[in-house]
């Protein structure tokens, strides 16, 4: 071990995937890991290395501290969730780790909500494109077409006013967030400024309760071209909200995730099974427009000033950008093990080419599980049934936690079917084991080597 260190290697992490696609649960058991790092559990780098002085730091100005006590709390005892505060949040930390003999860690993991990768389409865009994205969206688009059916009329309508226009789009989008579609924009409309996530309730409740914009004052929806050729009043209106809605809440979201040096984009598979070829689609959509944005990768001299920085540079002052992308296929206990290795095959189906068109870019697919959480059935175990501790009752309300139960799973098709029903797969959630020792990380399955890829 090296009585002193010389320098400090910082990796900033941005942590990514829809709304429920496991991301608080990977960063509080990977926390717990790093913080109470047992090299027999979490295994990372040379063979036996180990992590010492491990120590939070403080967050960037303007993030808040990710609650990971609050939440391994929550994981352990089977509570609520603590409140989301504000919508973003951030760990810093910075550690040794055995392998390293020079240099310290400084590593820092970005959990940005999902929420606003819905928002992506608007960087780079003016008003009028982002309103024809959109609208080409809704009306190629059979599902979205029939349930916006009332905007797309409105939107026609010669007497078209500001008011109509946004309050027809308003109900559309409570009508997306009820059949469970992602693409909500503004995503101020599901998860406002101040971290409020829009509660389930019939459309008009939700539609006269949220806004789609900063705040009440500030609302605006996407126009056709006839109607913004109508509209010149209405329509330079809503491009001025749009703008600052875009400076002021989307640019400061995706500068940071451009910064980083890695990203772990999290993909829930079975999510996207059990949810039907619609959430197939939009997951596509909304990750296409993340990576059009974000576009991950690096030039040959941009890896060159890379590893001159890391040598000579100190941390503070080195270049970011993202070059290593980690997809993520989580919570694999929830699958037959037979099954684990086609999750990351469907994973590298979905998202593969987006990866392979980025020049310089290094991805790796994964499946894990940041707590495992079910067992196999000792006596048949080659039939699909688990045990666990369920989530939700039948009708797929939350219920309390009570004994364990089995429960039959859907096989993972080998590949992505050509159509397919919301319901024909069937994956139940179960209550995360945590164990209540603080110091006893929750099992996992390879948040270990997820780490050690975008360390580099
Ligand atoms: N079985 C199992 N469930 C998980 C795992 N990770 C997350 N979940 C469940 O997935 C749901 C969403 O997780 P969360 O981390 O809150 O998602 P987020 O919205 O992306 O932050 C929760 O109900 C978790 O219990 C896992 O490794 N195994
Ligand atoms: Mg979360």
Redesign the pocket.
């Known amino acids: 071990m090296a009585a002193f260190r010389l320098k400090t290697t910082e990796c900033r992490v941005g942590v990514l995937?829809l709304?429920?696609?496991?991301?608080?649960?990977?960063l509080t058991s990977l926390v717990n890991h790093l913080e109470h790092h047992d090299p027999d559990r979490f295994s990372f780098g040379k063979a036996g290395t180990h992590i010492r002085k491990f120590r939070f730091l403080d967050a960037d100005t303007d993030w808040n501290a990710f609650n990971y006590a609050g939440f391994r709390d929550a994981l352990a005892h089977n509570g609520r969730?603590p409140e989301k505060t504000r919508d973003r949040s951030m760990v810093a930390c910075q550690f040794e780790r055995s392998d390293w003999a020079f240099s310290d860690v400084q590593l820092k993991l970005y959990d940005l909500p999902?929420e606003r990768l819905a928002d992506a389409a608007m960087i780079g865009k003016s008003f009028a494109e982002w309103s024809e994205h959109l609208m080409t969206l809704i009306r190629n688009d059979t599902p979205y077409r029939t349930i916006c059916e009332g905007f797309l009329k409105a939107s026609m309508a010669e007497d078209a006013t500001e008011a109509s226009v946004v309050s027809a789009y308003k109900l559309a989008l409570a009508k997306l967030i009820l059949s469970f579609k992602p693409m909500i924009s503004p995503s101020t409309f599901l998860l406002d400024i101040s971290g409020n996530l829009a509660k389930p309730s019939s459309p008009q409740e939700l539609a006269t309760s949220r806004h789609v914009g900063l705040d009440a004052h500030s609302e605006f929806a996407p126009l056709t071209a006839e109607l913004r050729a109508a509209h010149p009043v209405m329509t330079a209106l809503f491009a001025a909200r749009f703008e600052k809605y875009k400076t002021e809440l989307v640019q400061p979201y995706f500068h940071t995730l451009k910064s980083c040096h890695s990203l772990v984009v999290i993909v829930d598979v079975m999510m996207l099974l059990a949810g039907g070829v619609g959430m197939y689609d939009d997951t596509r959509q909304i990750l296409q427009d993340l990576f059009r944005v974000l576009d991950p990768g690096e030039t040959g001299m941009q890896t060159v000033g890379r590893h001159l920085a890391k040598t000579f540079l100190p941390h503070a002052l080195r270049p970011g950008w993202i070059n290593r992308v980690a997809f993520v296929a989580?919570?694999l206990?929830?699958v037959h093990p037979n099954d684990r290795d086609r999750m990351v095959r469907l994973l590298r189906q979905l998202v593969g080419k987006l990866a392979d068109n980025c020049d310089g870019l290094k991805s790796q697919y994964f499946n894990s599980?940041?707590?495992?959480?079910?067992k196999l059935l000792p006596a048949d175990p080659n039939e699909r049934l688990l045990i666990g501790i369920p989530?939700r009752d039948a009708d797929g309300r939350k219920i309390p936690p009570g004994a364990e139960q089995r429960f039959r799973i859907s096989e993972l098709p080998e590949s992505w079917p050509a159509n397919w029903q919301a319901g024909m797969y069937h994956y139940p959630?179960?209550y995360?084991t945590i164990p209540m020792r603080k110091n006893a990380a929750p099992e996992q399955k390879n948040l270990d080597k997820i780490l050690e890829f975008v360390l580099g």
């Open positions: 995937g709304y429920n696609a496991g991301k608080t649960v990977f969730w999902g989580p919570k206990d929830l599980a940041s707590a495992i959480s079910t989530y959630e179960v995360p």
